[in-house]
């Protein structure tokens, strides 16, 4: 069942992720809402190495086979990234967004650092996974595709790629989970109303381009934490703090042609949906040193 591969993705990611909890706890605390089963997460999403035999071609299947429909396709030239977003069965499951990097228009240097490490896959690891069966998924989603690497495998590609460190150290741990805000109560159910919140309650949100992204229909609005480091073991034992993941928050504002809907007969396909290369662009960020190092 899908419902338990999200289930480990989110169990993982709440160990991992500091804030996850942290803003749960004080969502509670405000009374914002009941409990963590009330919020509703808009999107989940995974970074991948484009390489043949990885990559989004690669990871997507898991999706496409429990019902996710591929949609619309995004491209960042500047941080050599392609993505795709999925649209779940069922409107109650997260859209999954999947990106990817562009291997072969990295520098010759830290291409041969990746191919060292991919290539010890020889074949499309998800065509050797039985799909259906959820235990089996969620343990390949939390094991190493290739070896450890060593730290300075990984600065040398951070000099040139964060996103190419990042994924090489962390795989597919998830990326970030994301909060939709407009269903909140009134008070804190707008990007600039939520973020007002969270700095209130010390979160530290990436200002890569401003606090709030904007999509030019100005329909979809997204803000996002800067990822907190944790301790990372490379090869040989060595140790580093690194980037690891972060939490979002979306605001899609309800489409001209249903603002005279109710609010209580609103649902996702009144809504403004998909997703806006100019904010993603910016969210990448947010496990950027740039970012990460901000107080
Ligand atoms: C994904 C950044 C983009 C969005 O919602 O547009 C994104 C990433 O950091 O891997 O999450
Ligand atoms: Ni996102």
């Known amino acids: 069942m899908i419902k338990e591969i999200l289930a480990g993705l989110m169990l993982r990611y709440r160990e991992r992720v500091p804030d996850v909890s942290g803003i749960i706890n004080a969502m509670i605390a405000e009374g914002i809402i009941k409990n963590a089963d009330s919020i509703e997460n808009d999107h989940i999403a ?37 993505a795709y977003w999925y649209a779940p069965a069922d409107t109650r499951l997260p859209r999954i967004f999947l990106s990817e990097l562009r291997v072969q228009d990295l520098s010759a240097a830290a291409q041969r650092i990746i191919h060292a490490y991919t290539r010890e896959v020889k074949v499309d690891p998800v065509t050797q996974l039985n799909l259906d069966d959820a235990t089996a998924v969620d343990t390949f989603l939390h094991s190493g595709l290739w070896r450890t ?8 590609l951070s000099a040139e790629s964060e996103y190419a460190a990042w994924v090489i150290y962390n795989r597919y741990y998830l990326n970030h989970f ?21 700095e209130k309650h010390g979160f530290i949100l ?39 993941s972060y939490v979002e928050f979306a605001e899609r504002k309800v489409l001209p042609a249903f603002t005279h809907l109710p609010q209580d007969q609103l649902t996702r396909a009144h809504r403004r949906e998909g997703f806006e290369a100019g904010n993603a662009d910016k969210i990448f960020e947010s496990t950027y040193n740039a970012q990460t190092g901000r107080k």
Do not use: C, W
């Open 149 to 156: 690497p060593t730290l300075a495998d990984f600065q040398a």
């Open 46 to 82: 995974f970074r991948t190495m484009g390489v043949p035999l990885l990559g989004i071609q690669s990871l997507e299947k898991i999706f496409l086979h429990y019902g996710y429909q591929k949609r619309d396709a995004y491209h960042f030239p500047a941080k050599k990234l392609d």
């Open 178 to 198: 994301t909060i939709s805000v407009h269903n909140l109560p009134a008070g804190y159910n707008t990007v600039a109303q939520f973020n007002t919140f969270l």
């Open 206 to 244: 990436n200002d890569a381009g401003g606090k709030i992204k904007i999509s030019p229909d100005g329909n979809l609005l997204q803000s996002a934490t800067v990822a907190k480091k944790i301790l990372a073991t490379f090869a040989g034992g060595e140790q580093a703090e690194i980037a690891g």
